[in-house]
């Protein structure tokens, strides 16, 4: 919650307030920051006078952490100075939408990857009955586990239940009080770097858990505005993969995109698979341009399609 003030106090044309949602069971604080633009004056003609009225906007859900492979490397998620680059793009859209914003979903996850000697850790860290820990985007309520029984021992562990959870469960609850208001949830994370199965950065749609798509006409119509922005990109990488959840990782289960899609309904729900590439060289990280290069545009692209699309009432809600 400190290090979002800090964020937050470079953006004084954003009205934030913060919010505890959840403890976990290492007894770290899971934190929501609610942003909107401050309060304009609006002309109301028929009474030839203002007023302080804002229009009800529509909210974008982020969470940042969920999955925490790879974030210590990622510094626009990680490092106060790059987050609040990235939290630019988003604040950029504040006139059109409000946005939630969990920063790190999974702090006790997130502290293993330090302190577990430089071992490979995507779980949280509650007590299980071999090992601890379970993978959260796993753990929601969407054909849950439906392929095999996983060991808790795995990386892959979808935990003892669905919601068995308190991370997934402050999750759950934002969808369930504001789910009538947001039009899109985006969980953010970084993809880890192996030379051998490089995938580059991607946009990830519903569904996982089966290939069959039901509404994704909207997500082709994205990937053309996607390779279009694209273009213009200075970055060595020129294409962003527009895909879905089962066309990148195969048949999952329980992710937390397709339980916003297929449960509540959100119109548009989304993976940010934000890539780890390579440092070479010196001076500026390569992750910097990557942020400023890649995810600017995406960043932009996406928020501006979703704005069309509310415009035209393409969407559901």
């Not at 100075?81 to 793009?89: D, F, G, T």
């Not at 979808?158 to 934002?174: K, L």
Request: net charge negative; aromatic share 14%.
């Amino acid at each position: 919650m400190t290090q979002m003030k800090m964020v937050m106090d470079c953006f004084p044309s954003a009205n934030s307030t913060f919010e505890i949602i959840g403890r976990t069971a290492e007894y770290n604080d899971i934190v929501i920051v609610k942003i909107t633009d401050r309060k304009q004056r609006y002309f109301r003609v028929e009474e030839s006078k203002y007023v302080d009225e804002v229009p009800e906007k529509k909210i974008i859900f982020i969470v940042h952490g969920l999955s925490v492979m790879g974030m210590a490397a990622m510094e626009h998620l990680s490092s106060v100075e790059e987050l609040k680059i990235l939290m630019s793009y988003y604040l950029n859209h504040l006139d059109k939408f409000d946005i939630f914003l969990i920063p790190l979903a999974n702090p006790d996850g997130y502290s293993l990857t330090h302190n577990e000697n430089g071992m490979m850790w995507n779980k949280n860290a509650s007590p299980q009955e071999a090992c601890r820990g379970v993978y959260l985007d796993r753990n929601f309520d969407v054909a849950w586990n439906s392929s095999r029984p996983i060991s808790s021992c795995s990386q892959l562990y979808p935990g003892p239940a669905p919601f068995s959870e308190v991370e997934t469960n402050a999750i759950r609850n934002i969808f369930h009080y504001f789910g009538h208001k947001i039009l899109a949830y985006i969980n953010v994370h970084s993809g880890t770097y192996d030379s051998k199965v490089f995938k580059g950065d991607a946009i990830l749609y519903p569904y996982g858990y089966t290939e069959t798509q039901f509404d994704d006409d909207k997500y082709i119509d994205l990937k053309g505005e996607v390779d279009e922005a694209m273009k213009n990109a200075s970055f060595r990488v020129m294409s962003v993969a527009v895909e879905s959840l089962y066309n990148w990782y195969g048949r999952i289960s329980g992710s937390s995109v397709d339980y916003a899609a297929a449960v509540y309904g959100i119109p548009y729900a989304f993976e940010f698979v934000m890539q780890l590439y390579q440092q070479e060289g010196s001076g500026y990280p390569i992750q910097h341009y990557a942020l400023t290069e890649i995810w600017s545009r995406l960043i932009n692209t996406v928020f501006n399609n979703m704005w069309k699309s509310l415009r035209m009432g393409d969407t559901k809600k």
